[in-house]
Structure formats: structure tokens, C-alpha cells
């Protein structure tokens, strides 16, 4: 029986077996390596991975998927967590693991937050998105597609936009086209961070009005001479700050709230 896309879970199946091939050459995989495969659907990367991987584990929200992949594949080979990945516990998995996944559109950032805590666990991901998120998550300053998800996972990733993807390698044909993402966590960050909480408020505050200058969305952090000894300008808009400048504002920020 044909699987029929599901619209709630934000089903387009990859079905371009050179695509497919693609994907699969620049994730490398290896043998005995840690693989998490998030959103599998019909098993278009799950059957090439397990053809190198020992073990692969896949978290599937669809229960008719998950009972066509258990019924596939042996538990040995394949092991299936029947669950919603934007609530899924990445830490019982252990350490020194590879996530890819061809991810649902509607819920790819909120997906990449959760993701974020767990950075310290991964090596490597490789996702196909929606090219627009592909192009946020890697943007530059001061180019109209920074924002709140570059900062926040430049933070923690260095990206790279790997290759494009055209709607019509997909089932059905979404409106989009879509791009691989790789992302590497940052060992060791030169500027860490103080206070993580405090600084996705401030990020978070700074593009709540993108247009407007840093003067209006962070007035309630910093004062005029605040900004003068931060050397930023209150002129400036939200894309115009890099990370290293979020970090650095956070950081002054919590020391001034740690000495009240």
C-alpha cells in the first residue's frame, strides 16, 4: 500500500535517486559512526545509510511510518523512537552523534532551537531545508537575511550551504525549493557566552522590530552610555551587530547584573 503525504506532519518525500546519492556522498557515512536520522519517511536515506551504517536510529512522529520501517528492518540494524523530535531527549542517545534529516518545513526552526542545547553531543549535521532557512542560518551581517536563527546558531555552528535542491525532487512537489545545510559545532567559542537565557532575550528583543534601531528595541538593556563604551552604535539596526557583538553586550550585561 502507497503511503499517502500527510499535510499535518509537512510530508514532501525526496524520490531523485541522484539526489539521493549526493546526500549520501558528502554525509560520508562510516560503519561503526553514531547516525540519528530525524524524519526518515519512506526510507530514502535510511536504506543507502544502512548499507555502510552497523546501526542506525530514526525518530518518525508518523505511526504507519514507524510500523512499515520496524516491519523492514531488523532491530539490530535499526532502531525506530516513535516520537516528536521537537520534544525528543537527544542526550539519551550519548555523545559524538551525526544527525541528518530531510526535515519538515513547518516546524525546521523551531527543530534547529531544540537542537542548539545539544550541540555539545554532536559532531556533525547535515539537513535538507527550505532554501530560505538554509540562507538565514548562514547569512552574513548586515544582508537582509541575518537574523535571530544566524545569530543564535552561529553561536554554536560554523554552516555552509552544501547544494540546492529543486521542488520537482520531491512527492508530492512542494512550492519551495530546498538546500543541505552542514553544520559543524564550535569546539572551543573565542567569546562565550555568561548567561545563554539572557542572551536569546537580548538577540530575541533586538529583531522583535527589525526596523527599528538598536536605540528603541534594546532600551531596556543599555543606555545611551552604555552604547558610547560598548562602542555600538544605537543607530545601527538588529543585522547590523555580528555574534561576537551580541556576546559581547550580553557579557557586559550580566557582569552589571551580577554586581547589583
Known amino acids: 500500500m502507497i503511503h499517502k503525504a500527510r499535510k499535518r506532519f509537512g510530508q514532501n518525500f525526496l524520490v531523485d535517486q541522484h539526489v539521493i546519492a549526493e546526500i549520501i556522498d558528502i554525509i560520508n557515512p562510516q560503519p561503526e559512526e553514531r547516525m540519528v536520522e530525524i524524519g526518515p519517511g519512506l526510507g ?19 505511526r504507519d511510518i514507524v510500523e512499515k520501517l520496524e516491519k523492514e528492518f531488523t532491530q539490530d540494524k535499526l532502531t525506530v523512537y516513535s516520537a516528536d523530535a521537537l ?10 552523534l551525526r544527525i541528518i534529516g530531510n526535515l519538515p518545513y513547518n516546524i525546521s526552526t523551531p527543530l534547529l532551537f531544540h537542537l542548539n542545547q545539544f550541540s555539545k553531543l554532536i559532531i556533525d549535521m547535515h539537513f535538507m531545508l527550505q532554501k530560505e532557512v538554509v540562507e538565514r ?9 541575518y537574523g535571530r536563527l544566524s545569530v543564535m546558531l552561529q553561536y554554536r555552528f560554523e554552516m555552509e550551504q552544501v547544494f540546492s535542491v529543486l521542488a520537482s525532487s520531491f512527492r508530492p512537489v512542494p512550492k519551495v525549493e ?11 567559542s573565542t567569546l562565550a557566552v555568561a548567561n545563554e537565557a539572557l542572551f536569546s ?20 538593556y543599555l543606555t545611551k552610555d552604555d552604547f558610547t563604551r560598548l562602542t555600538i552604535d544605537p543607530g545601527a ?21 551580577q554586581s547589583i
Open 44 to 62: 530514502a536515506l535510511t536504506r543507502p545509510l544502512l548499507k555502510t551504517l552497523d546501526h542506525l536510529v530514526v525518530i518518525e512522529l508518523d
Open 87 to 96: 520534544r525528543f531527549d537527544f542526550s539519551i542517545l550519548g555523545d559524538k
Open 137 to 145: 542560518l548562514v547569512a552574513k551581517p548586515s544582508t537582509p537575511a
Open 178 to 188: 530546498s538546500a543541505i545545510v552542514r553544520m559543524l559545532p564550535i569546539k572551543q
Open 201 to 220: 532575550q537580548l538577540v530575541a528583543a533586538a529583531f522583535s522590530q527589525r526596523r527599528k534601531t538598536l536605540r528603541n528595541t534594546l532600551s531596556r
Open 237 to 257: 539596526r538588529a543585522e547590523n551587530v555580528t555574534v561576537e557583538e551580541y556576546i559581547h553586550i550580553t557579557n557586559d550585561l550580566a557582569a552589571r547584573m
